[in-house]
């Protein structure tokens, strides 16, 4: 997994112990098994609110890892896979039939994977937490307050794991670490982690929450259509307006029948039909979905066919088509 972003492979475990302890975060590494074959891999992505790691390694090791100001989780990705953490002078196995373990922020940890081992790991700021806590909430929340939820390993109910998934394939696959859609869905992502926590922080989350007037509501969707090509995000508008990022959701849920996401793609969309339009003979329809922020040109096309009922190309051509009898004469 994550094969076209950065990373390393090697068969010196020397090697692998300098890249752990200089990336990482990681202050002793050791092998069993020493007279077997070895060989160390890994991929990672970074996104503005996380990095997500995919590793692999043949052969049983004996990693300790330094306590950072970040929530460090798991995930099982390999069908043999046992890894037995130490935290806390408690060990819990990571395993098929409990595929997810995290470790709080602050908290330093012993990794013990027994024989051929994969596993996601996701490291989630603890400010990234607090940021996007505060735009949900309406009001400040502390990396102190993060800091003090009781995360629990076991939330099957939540389905996070199949979400965390997904949100690999996607970076995998279709969508770049830098992209608007990797942004989007990585905090989509973080905003599902906090759900899942288990003390009274996740449920103020799911509290119901006021709505704003229509006269903000309207200042929002100018905002938006004045800076839609500026990258912004809906933590930037929760940010702008003073209000929170479940609000403004509520809003366009409810007035619109979509999510402000939504609001902003399909006013790309629309500047990108009126650029194919008045295009010249330089403009192409790669350069016209840069322009407008879309990074994939297969997911470009597939939104404006969807929207419009043509493919970017078709809008072109015939736009051209249009232009082509005034040049003749």
Known sequence: MLKTYPGFETTDPEVNQNILMSHFNVRHFDCAHKERPFLAKANWATTKYLRVTSAYCSISTDTKYEAVPAVRQFIHAGPATRIDFEMNRRVTSLTSDAPIFVVPADTGYRCKPINEHAVIALRIEVSALANIATAMVGETVTAEKILVEQWNSDWPQNNFVNDALRFVDDL?????????????????????????????????????????????????????????????????IADEFGISVRTIFRYFKSRRGITPFDFLKNLKLEHARSMLQAADEADGVMRIALRCGFQGMGHFAREYQKHFGELPSETLRRARSAKSPARAG
């Open 172 to 236: 995998d696959s279709r969508i770049a670490a830098g992209s608007y859609a990797a942004e989007t869905l990585g905090q989509a992502l973080l905003v599902r982690f906090m759900l899942s926590g288990t003390s009274g922080f996740a449920n103020r989350l799911r509290r119901q929450v006021p709505a704003p007037s229509v006269t903000q509501l309207k200042a929002i969707e100018e905002y938006i259509a004045a800076n839609w090509q500026k990258g912004i995000d809906i933590k930037d």
